[in-house]
Structures are given as C-alpha cells and as structure tokens.
C-alpha cells in the first residue's frame, strides 16, 4: 500500500493569492450577539451595539463554571446557548466575473447561514467543515451582510467541552468560472521504491461556463522549490459541470515522508486556456508506504514501527475550542519531546491546522467521524441527525482529509453502542462504502470497548483493523481471538493523576474493586485529588507502565493511543463536581507535564533521561516513596544530604525503581550510571517559603498577526531558587505594548476561577499566562505581582 498526500489550503497564510485564485482570511470583524434575536438574519437589521470580535471565537469558554449549567460537569460546566454571527463586508466590482466561495472549517454547532437575507444552508454537525457559493447574492462593488445563527441551546449534547461558536476559521475564496473543485485533488501513489514514484493526479475541474480546448498541467517541486516531475494534459475538453482531469508523473529518487523526517513535496496544477491562466491550485504532498501486519504490526516504508500515540480532545485547555494554530503546535512539540509519534482526534473530525501540522511534524494520525450512529450516549447528541447527515459529513471528512501524509487510519466510529446490535451489519458497511468510495489507500477502524468476538462490527467485516479500547488483559489472546487480523490500540490505559499531589504508599494500586471512584483526600479540602504516582486507573483500564509493558512486548500489537495525551475540559472521570477537566493526561490543562510524562520519554526517545519524585517538602518522619523514571543507564543510586540511600537497579519489566525512605529535610541528589560512569544527575532541594516569581517564556519573539501567541510559565520560588511544590499564592498580571493576556491557567482539574482573567493562584508552584500577540510590531511588557513576593518582568517583541 502506497500513497502520496495532499493539503487543499494552506491556513498559515492571511492571504494566498495564485493567479486565477485568492483566498482571504474572513476572520477579521465580525459583531456577536448571545442569546436569540427576532429577525437577526435581517440585512437591515441594526448591528451596531453587538460586541465586536474577530473569529475563531469560543463564547463557552468565557462563562461562569457551575455544575447547573446544562452542559453539566461532563461537558465542562460551561455554558452554552444560542449565538449570532454578523460581518458586512464589500466584494470590488471588478470581482463580477468571478465565482466567490465561504468555507468554513468548523462551527459548534447547529448552524444556519444568510448572505443578504438568503438561506444557504443549515449543517448540525460541529465538526465538520463546509463551503457555501455567494456569488448568485452579492452585491459586488456595493455592502454585503452575512450572518451565522449557532445554536448549542440543547445540552447535553457532547461527553466532553465542545465550545460554541464559530470556533475554527473561515475563509472566502474567488475563482474563474473555471477552477479546481472544493477539496479538488486527489493524490496517490501505487508504486513506491527508492529509485522512483508513481504519481497519480486526479483533478476534479469545476465549470461555470461552457469550455474547449483547455491545458491542465501539473509540476512537482521538492522542498528547496525544484520542479522534479511535469505533466500536461493538451486539448481537453470539459463538458460536464464537474469534470476529471487524471495525470501519472514519476519522481526520481523520492525523499520518503516518515516521523523522523517528515518531507513535503508540492504540486502545482494549472488551468489554461490558450494563453490565459485561468486556475493555480497548490497542493503539498508527502511521498511514503505502509502497511499493517497481523504478525508484524504496523510497517512503514519497509521498516517496522510501534504507533506511540495519544488520544486528545479539541479544545486547547484554558483557551477553549477556538482553534489557534500556535497551541496547537505547543502541544505537539511537548507530546514529540516526550516520543510520541501519533494523534487520534478523538472522537470527531478536527481542524485542518491539526494536521498540517502532523504534516510537518511526522505524526500518524487516527482521522476519526463520530462518537455515535443512530443510538446516542446522550440525550441530544449527533445520533439525532445520523440517519439524515451521516453520508454527506463522512464524505466531507474523507475529501477534505484524504490528501494528508499523516492521516493513516480511518476511524468510523468511537465505542458505538450498536457493537452489541445486529443495526451494526447494515450501518459498518454502509460507512466502510463511502470511506473506500472515495479512499481505498488506508485502513478503516472502529474503537471497539467490546472487542470480542460478539461484536457486531467486527462481524459484519467492514473494517481492517481490529481496534481495541481498553482489555488489555486480552492483548496476547488476540490472536486467538480473531486469527489472521490485524490489531490496533485505539484506545489505550485510562490512568489518573494530579500533578504535583503524592499519596503514599505508592504500590497501593486503586481502581475496581478498590474504591477507585473514592477520591484521596486533599490536605486544605480543595476538591478531589489523585495522586501523581502511577498507581491509580479507571476499572475499564489499566496504569501507564502496565499496558506498554504488554505493548512492547508483542510485534503483532501495531501501537497504541493513550487516553490522553492532555487533560481536557468536561469528563472529570471519576469524580464529577467540583471538577471540571479531567485527570487523564499525561499533561496537565496547562502544558505542564505531570511524572509519567518522564517514563515515556525513557521508553520513547533516545535521549537520556533521569527523573526522581516526588518533592523534598513533607512532615518531619513521614515515610516517603522516591521513584525514578531512567534510561541509558544500569543503575542509579540515591543520596540523602551526601548520603548513599543505595543502588537501584529495575528487574525484569520495571520501568521505573523506588526507595521508602523517612523524610528529613535537605538536598535529595540521583546518580544514573552505566558501566560505572556517570550518565545524569537529579538534584530535588527541600524549598523555603515562598519568596518571589519567576516568569519564563516558550517564546520571546513572536509575529504581530493578531493571533501568535507566548506561553509564559509562572513559578513560584524560595529565597534560593527553588520551586515551592505546596504555594498557592495569587498571582496578578499587568501588562502592556502590543499584545494581551489571551488566557491564565495552573493545571487545577478543580480551580473554577475565569480563564479569561487577569490572575490565577499558583497550582503546586505552577501556573501559565498565554500572551496574544497584536498586529503591531513592537514589544510587550508582561509583570506578574503577589503579596509578599518579589514580582518579576518579562519582555516580548512582536514582529
């Protein structure tokens, strides 16, 4: 199986002018009204006093937390609502004989859309995303209006945060009468060695307007913008309103796309009618094979690999669903340093920009549809509209999608409740029919929590791999179980932790039958707690080191996605109020990586790693379990104040080892070793009071666009520099320039303090203010403030 992928638009830019095609960033100046309005479609309708705001804009994310919202604690105790949409907008009158397009990337959810007055359409599914013709309406050289009704007044209707509002992009796109199709090409590659690659270029030619005679040429250009393959078509002729150009181009000696290095090719097609361009369409591809083995797993370009990947939700923590492509790119540069190599969208379509960036970065990707089919998991979730939308919004996904290089799998479906229902031998198959209609180069998948041999989907032989959510205890059955498939860990683990909190001991394992659902008890009764060792994990799951410990093991077993790789908002498994986030990530709300995240990095990377908790603060006496996470070495020895608490070695599958010592205060200091010499050394000193701030930025120079952002760490030290594990001082910011404070965060799963604020108590030391670059250069001048503490002042240039 080979493939060679594709992106349609590229949404890195504002404005992506081609000849013959410009696309417009149509995010700036819309005006917002919550809540309903009689006659808010109206042209003539007075705007004037609704807010002013440029999309992507998530209204949730700016209310109150309470668990009587209608959402409730499950979807984020936010509030949700009825919203309007307005922008008036010109289109020069020089754009008459053009064709004018609205894409949208994703509005959440129930959507009705007018331009002057007109209806164009209605599309239920938040998810996913879709373009509307305004040119029969506009009036061009003259006002436009266009306004986006979003209703998510229904709740509940996710398991999870979803967000309201146009929360993804929108674009507006101008072509000739005569121009490559919505989601127009379609990029494979049959043959792929080392020494050459089949290109096949389908093009799908949309007419306006009766043709003759028209050129359609296709040129591939490597990564330094040299043109290695050309093809033209002379003389077509297109008679139908869509029509298919296919063209075969061969690339000498291919550099391979793969997750160590993810190369990107471009395609440039052109349109022509004698000597007038009438289209340019740009397309970015990857060139790599794979394929998926019942015995040897998943096998990319000729070599084996282990799927390393998370499962991961929408929204960006503190910022809400509002897609911002800078977060976006913040958490997949934390989930690589840690090793990991795949994402699956859990449990729905996700933005565009999430992968193009797993374009570029070199991630395999599960592309999943939907949460439910025609049964729901809650009272008005897409079940509602599955039998009417099911066929036109998978279609949407698989042609907006198909072209990517790190799209691998195809998922149909999450923990569908038809897996016990005979419904599921008519609905799989139907599904499966309109991915391979359209796709027939990946695999389909369902995520599967009854994977066995009931299972109505698996019978029915719709998809090619079998996934498994959870039942790990049946990995090395599998086999026996379903002889001759192929297995994939669609969902894996379902471990807790709170970063920062340790409860001891730490080998006392907590889930079914052992109150797992009994929250630890938080010292100053601040809500439910779980403790940041490896030793507490749903019943349907198990904990991080047991299920790579099975994982590691077995070729046949292709990979896994972890649930999660961040914490998300809604789904406080297991405690519900006062929670509002989960406790499953690896990485908390904020970013901040929670201990496990070392393990995998010892297990996943090949860099060296050596990391021993928890803190060195505690009760004089207290008996306390040191861990350490290690790699590249045979041993490590602990010392307390200079002295040897001994050598630890792991036996066996240990993935980690521990020391039970008493506490008394002072430096703990980790030696790692192999063959005697020294690889890394870990240093944890007992912290003083807390004395002041320190502020460190990811990112000091960002670009004026509006939309950059810097993730600013907030730390609260000692007198001496170090961390303070227990401080929960209130941090005020101030700041000024060219940027604003876009959100504040700490990691809390239970803090219900606004994030959209100005301060934010520090979370076990911890917390993060999101800086939001203007559309000036210049700099930004951020100031963090407590009482009794030293504040602290950085600075940000904007370009």
């Known amino acids: ?308 990947g998370v499962c991961d939700h929408h929204d960006l923590g503190s910022l809400g669903s509002a897609i911002n492509t800078r977060a976006l790119e913040r958490q997949l540069q934390i989930l690589k340093e840690m090793g990991c190599n795949g994402i699956r969208t859990s449990h729905n379509p996700p933005a565009p920009e999430l992968l193009d960036l797993c374009d570029k970065m070199g991630f395999i990707v599960m592309d999943e549809a939907f949460d439910c089919w025609e049964k729901g998991k809650v009272d008005y979730d897409y079940h509602l509209y599955f039998k009417q939308w099911h066929k036109r919004d998978l279609e949407d996904q698989i042609l907006r999608d198909r072209n990517h290089p790190s799209v691998f799998i195809w998922s149909i479906g999450n923990e569908i409740p038809q897996q016990a229902d005979t419904a599921a031998l008519r609905i799989a198959p139907e599904l499966a029919r309109i991915v391979h209609s359209l796709d027939q180069t990946r695999p389909i998948t369902t995520a599967n929590d009854r994977p066995d041999t009931t299972n109505q989907i698996v019978k029915s032989g719709a998809i090619d791999l079998i996934g498994f959510n959870y039942h790990h205890q049946f990995y090395e059955k599998f086999h026996t179980t379903f002889p001759g498939k192929k297995f994939i860990g669609t969902e894996t683990t379902s471990a807790l932790e709170t970063r920062g909190y340790y409860e001891m001991p730490s080998d006392s394992i907590r889930r079914w039958p052992i109150a797992w659902d009994k929250p630890f008890s938080h010292p100053k009764n601040l809500g439910n707690v779980v403790s940041a060792y490896d030793n507490v994990s749903a019943p349907w799951g198990s904990l991080h080191e047991e299920t790579w410990k099975l994982m590691k093991k077995h070729d046949y077993l292709s990979g896994m996605y972890i649930w999660t790789g961040f914490d998300y908002l809604g789904e406080p498994t297991p405690y519900s109020w006062p929670s509002r986030s989960s406790y499953f990530g690896i990485i908390d709300l904020a970013g901040f990586p929670k201990d496990v995240y070392y393990m995998y990095q010892s297990e996943w990377t090949d860099k060296p790693v050596l990391h021993i908790f928890p803190h060195w603060n505690w009760q004089p006496g207290k008996t306390v379990d040191i861990w350490a996470y290690y790699n590249h070495a045979d041993e490590v020895e602990l010392f307390l104040n200079g002295k040897s608490l001994g050598v630890k070695k792991k036996q066996g599958e240990d993935l980690h080892v521990m020391w039970r010592i008493p506490f008394e205060p002072g430096t703990l200091k980790a030696v790692s070793r192999l063959n005697g010499k020294v690889v890394l050394t870990q240093t944890i000193n007992t912290a003083g009071k807390a004395a002041k701030i320190e502020l460190i930025a990811d990112r000091s120079n960002i670009k004026a666009d509006g939309k950059d952002l810097s993730f600013v760490t907030v730390r609260i030290l000692d007198k001496d520099g170090n961390l303070v594990p227990d401080a929960e001082n209130r941090v005020n910011f101030k700041i000024n320039g060219q940027g604003f404070i876009a959100s504040v965060d700490n990691g809390d799963p239970v803090s219900h303090d606004p994030f959209k604020a100005s301060y934010r108590k520090a979370f076990h030391g911890l917390a993060l203010a999101i800086i939001q670059a203007k559309e000036k250069a210049g700099v930004v001048n951020l100031t963090a403030e407590s009482d009794g503490l030293a504040g602290a002042t950085l600075v940000i240039r904007t370009k």
Do not use: C
């Open 1 to 308: 199986m080979a493939l060679l992928f594709a992106l349609v638009l590229s949404p890195f830019y504002a404005v992506k002018a081609q000849p013959g095609r410009t696309i417009l960033d149509f995010d700036k100046g819309w005006r917002f009204h919550l809540g309903d309005l009689k006659n808010a479609e109206s042209v003539s309708l007075n705007d004037q006093t609704w807010r002013a705001l440029d999309l992507p804009h998530d209204w949730s994310i700016e209310g109150t937390f309470s668990k009587d919202n209608p959402a409730k604690p499950e979807g984020g105790a936010l509030p949700g609502g009825l919203g309007w949409y307005r922008k008036t907008f010109t289109v020069p009158a020089a754009d008459k004989n053009k064709i004018i397009y609205i894409d949208f990337d994703g509005v959440y959810e129930k959507s009705d859309v007018w331009i002057n007055g007109h209806h164009l359409g209605f599309r239920p599914n938040g998810y996913i995303s879709f373009r509307y013709e305004l040119t029969s309406y506009l009036h061009f050289g003259g006002k436009n209006v266009i306004v986006v009704k979003v209703d998510n007044s229904i709740q509940p209707n996710s398991r999870w945060y979803s967000g309201s509002g146009i929360y993804r992009n929108v674009w507006l796109v101008k072509t000739q009468k005569i121009a490559v199709d919505h989601w127009g090409s379609y990029v494979t590659t049959p043959k792929v060695t080392t020494q050459s690659a089949d290109v096949l270029i389908s093009t799908k030619i949309r007419l306006k307007m009766p043709v003759s005679n028209v050129s359609v040429s296709t040129t591939i250009y490597d990564a330094q913008g040299k043109a290695v393959a050309t093809k033209n078509l002379d003389n077509v002729n297109l008679s139908d309103s869509v029509s298919t150009a296919n063209q075969t181009l061969t690339v000498k000696t291919p550099t391979l796309w793969s997750i160590e290095k993810p190369y990107l090719y471009k395609a440039v097609t052109k349109i022509t009618q004698g000597k007038t361009l009438l289209d340019t369409y740009t397309t970015p591809i990857g060139i790599r094979y794979f394929e998926f083995d019942a015995d040897k797993g998943f096998i990319l370009n000729g070599k084996p690999v282990k799927i390393l």
